[in-house]
């Protein structure tokens, strides 16, 4: 049973671009959540998505977008790239109905802004 | 709004040493509370968890209770090894997870 998975794994972008992330939720699991986790913090929480539509939001401007498809995977997109973008986003997958909802993460994929 | 407050490292310990990571959280209500464990170059793991007053979470060797009159959820492991060298977070979950800034702990041989 494959787990969470992201891609890429890396990515190396310039200030003012734009850049799609992409994650797979673990079988069984409707709903994925975004965090960003910057060089030697805790993750921090962009967005959440169930149905398809994005249910709950964090501290993060507009330039942070997502989607959810059918088949409950997601993306993040990230507009107008700052230096200060750069870090480990991390996605994770939780089953809504679940008694106790536990979120599974991926191996997260790091940006660098240069 | 809800938060947690986990101890400060780096924590650097001998194999076979005693091991504690302090956690209080602050919330309204009674979350779910989780602590998760990043190896280097990777994402987080879950490591361990517990929804209520009292109930304990185990799993290689870590154990944490969830302690309601204190509002703490320590981390503890009785014999560390190398391998347990990582950075570890305490969150709890109001849907989101909140995390501690997490605490990095090296195991000597």
């Known amino acids: 049973d494959a787990g969470v998975t992201q891609s890429p794994t890396h990515l190396i972008k310039t200030r003012g671009q734009q850049v799609t992330l992409r994650c797979s939720p673990k079988?069984?699991?409707?709903?994925v959540s975004w965090y960003q986790q910057a060089l030697g913090q805790g993750p921090q929480f962009i967005f959440q998505?169930?149905?398809?539509?994005?249910?709950q939001r964090g501290n993060f401007p507009d330039r942070f977008s997502g989607h959810q498809f059918p088949n409950y995977s997601s993306e993040l997109n990230v507009n107008a790239l700052l230096l200060g973008d750069s870090a480990l986003y991390l996605c994770a997958s939780s089953a809504r109905t679940a008694l106790v909802e536990t979120q599974y993460f991926g191996p997260g994929t790091r940006l660098l802004v240069l | 709004g809800n938060s947690v407050t986990q101890m400060e490292g780096p924590v650097t310990l001998s194999e076979e040493a005693f091991l504690t990571i302090n956690c209080t959280y602050t919330a309204t209500g009674y979350p779910s509370l989780f602590w998760y464990v990043q190896y280097p170059g990777e994402g987080l793991q879950l490591l361990l968890k517990?929804?209520?007053?009292?109930d304990k979470g185990s799993n290689k060797g870590f154990e944490a209770t969830y302690r309601k009159e204190t509002t703490s959820f320590h981390l503890e492991k009785g014999s560390v090894q190398v391998s347990d060298s990582a950075v570890y977070f305490c969150?709890?979950?109001?849907?989101?997870?909140?995390f501690g800034a997490g605490t990095t702990v090296t195991v000597r041989a």
């Open positions: 998505y169930y149905e398809e539509e994005e249910r």
């Open positions: 969150a709890l979950n109001d849907y989101k997870l909140s």
């Open positions: 517990a929804t209520k007053a009292d």
């Open positions: 079988s069984g699991h409707d709903t």
